[in-house]
């Protein structure tokens, strides 16, 4: 098991695990770079992993919607995070929903070796379903931030991530073009009229 064969002696056990999840267009990325640059402040050796399908932006930096940039290691897979995350104090993952389902596992590894794990990512898929790994990271976690946007509709918070463009793929890149950030109110408006236009064209 690749979990007993990466075991490092560096502080064991004195690690842990924040997940900050939320609707796209909430922030989670300017919050994990927020923490990150601090620990580098602090002098904190860290390390930043994305998943190598997120190239909404730049193909290895991380960027947030507000265009804040940090230079990152695009992976193939979680497991890749662990070959490549040595002697390091923070290890930041963003996008995890698009990671493998040994998320988790990764994380908790990497919490067991003394490692501080940041993970940003959505907590919902645009059907409003649990997206990716996200559910078993979350329940590792010692820390978890749930950031809001503010719904295009109604001003509200918003915690759905409404898909504007059609489709049925869970995994489609985009921004405002092709995503809203909905409150729970006007998300179930815009999906009953979707189901309504469904069925007059029908």
């Known amino acids: 098991m ?34 990150l640059n601090r620990a580098r402040i602090a002098n904190q050796r860290i390390e930043i992993f ?10 290895e930096e991380v960027v947030s919607h507000n265009k804040n940039s940090i230079r990152s290691t695009p992976v193939d897979s979680s497991e890749n995070i662990l070959l490549l995350a040595s002697d390091v104090d923070v290890v930041g993952i963003d996008e995890a ?12 590894e990497l ?7 940041i993970v940003a990512g959505l907590d919902m898929d645009f059907q409003g379903n649990p997206f990716g790994p996200m559910p078993q990271v979350l ?13 295009v ?26 995503y809203e950030p909905l409150s729970r109110e006007a998300y179930l408006k815009a999906k009953n009229q979707e189901e309504t236009s469904s069925k007059n064209n029908e």
């Open 139 to 151: 329940a590792v976690a010692e820390y978890v931030t749930k950031v809001h946007a503010i719904c």
């Open 97 to 108: 929903q698009f990671f493998d389902t040994n998320l988790h596992n990764v994380c908790n």
């Open 2 to 35: 690749f979990l007993e064969d990466n075991v490092r002696s560096k502080k064991p056990g004195g690690g842990w695990i924040e997940v900050i999840c939320g609707s796209m267009f909430s922030g989670k990325t300017e919050e994990l770079l927020r923490r």
């Open 111 to 117: 919490a067991n070796q003394g490692i501080r794990v």
């Open 153 to 178: 509709r109604t001003g509200k918070l918003a915690q759905y991530s409404h898909r504007i463009s059609g489709g049925s793929e869970t995994i489609e890149l985009g921004e405002l073009d092709r």
């Open 50 to 59: 994305k998943p190598r399908v997120d190239t909404r932006y730049d193909e």
